[in-house]
């Protein structure tokens, strides 16, 4: 039991030269980069605030949950052992989980299943089992969580087909587009290692943890307004960015322009 504790116990060995800039440390730029997810996290929780408090509070999971994949991202780096890879990789899972069971929308639920409620009750118990199946070949588990993503891609082209927002639209590019080059690095840096190993470049995945914490931003910031939009309307949601919004670049967010009192009651 002690083994799967062990520096290096993990059979997923990143490009980054082991322990070169640190003793303690087996990949010091991936394990550095990890901090990331603690600087965006609480950016997210405070300005998607409004909204979750809104629509549902449970969003705030979200954006705690990658606080914790940080934590493991980190753990997993600095150790290379067999639990951090573990704890890295569940805990994205449990981010997918969670977002299924938030933003999925309610007219591509299965025929079977009524409400939103029985929806994440379904998600919950597909994730355990996923959970618990994930550790008879753990190699393959970043592959699938992969699946999980191109899925949500194709969800969200589905959702916008028919929409003419210039601002929607131009956030679902730029989330694409991050996620896109986030993977790129990710795929450069598990196959062509050689390649950037001759030319002293290996921090791809480090890179990739950075995209892919602002890609997640801009993409639960754009399933959540689609969601809005959807499911509380009278709040009349509009998309701006942090820090300033005249920039047209930065943080996205969800204002709510109405409130509670513009809600039309029958």
């Known amino acids: 039991m002690a083994g799967v504790f062990s520096y290096e116990s993990s059979e997923v060995d990143w490009c980054e030269d082991n322990y070169k800039h640190s003793e303690n440390i087996v990949e010091f730029f991936n394990t550095m980069s990890s901090f990331v997810f603690f600087v965006i996290s609480p950016i997210m929780l405070y300005l998607l605030h409004p909204y979750a408090?809104?629509?549902n509070l449970a969003v705030h999971l979200v954006w705690i949950m990658m606080i914790f994949v940080g934590i493991f991202s980190l753990y997993f780096h600095m150790t290379l052992s067999f639990m951090g890879q573990m704890?890295?990789?569940?805990?994205i899972l449990w981010v997918l989980a969670i977002g299924y069971s938030l933003w999925f929308p309610r007219r591509h639920?299965?025929?079977f299943i009524k409400d939103r409620k029985s929806f994440s009750r379904l998600v919950f118990i597909i994730t355990v089992?996923?959970?618990?199946?994930s550790f008879v070949k753990p190699t393959a588990n970043a592959y699938a969580l992969n699946l999980f993503a191109i899925h949500i891609l194709y969800s969200l082209c589905m959702e916008l087909k028919s929409c003419t927002d210039q601002k929607v639209l131009r956030l679902a590019h730029a989330?694409?587009?991050?996620?896109?080059l986030a993977i790129s690095c990710w795929i450069s840096d598990r196959?062509?290692?050689?390649?950037w190993q001759r030319i002293n470049f290996c921090y791809l995945h480090a890179i990739w943890h950075i995209l892919i914490v602002v890609a997640t931003a801009y993409g639960s910031t754009l399933v959540a307004y689609l969601d809005a939009s959807l499911e509380i309307p009278y709040s009349l949601p509009d998309l701006q960015y942090w820090p300033r919004d005249n920039w047209g670049m930065g943080i996205p967010y969800i204002v709510l322009k109405g409130t509670t009192k513009t809600r039309k009651r029958c």
């Open 87 to 91: 704890l890295d990789e569940l805990s």
């Open 129 to 133: 089992v996923t959970t618990i199946s």
């Open 53 to 55: 408090k809104e629509r």
């Open 175 to 180: 989330s694409v587009g991050l996620w896109v």
């Open 109 to 111: 639920f299965p025929s």
């Open 191 to 195: 196959f062509t290692c050689s390649f």
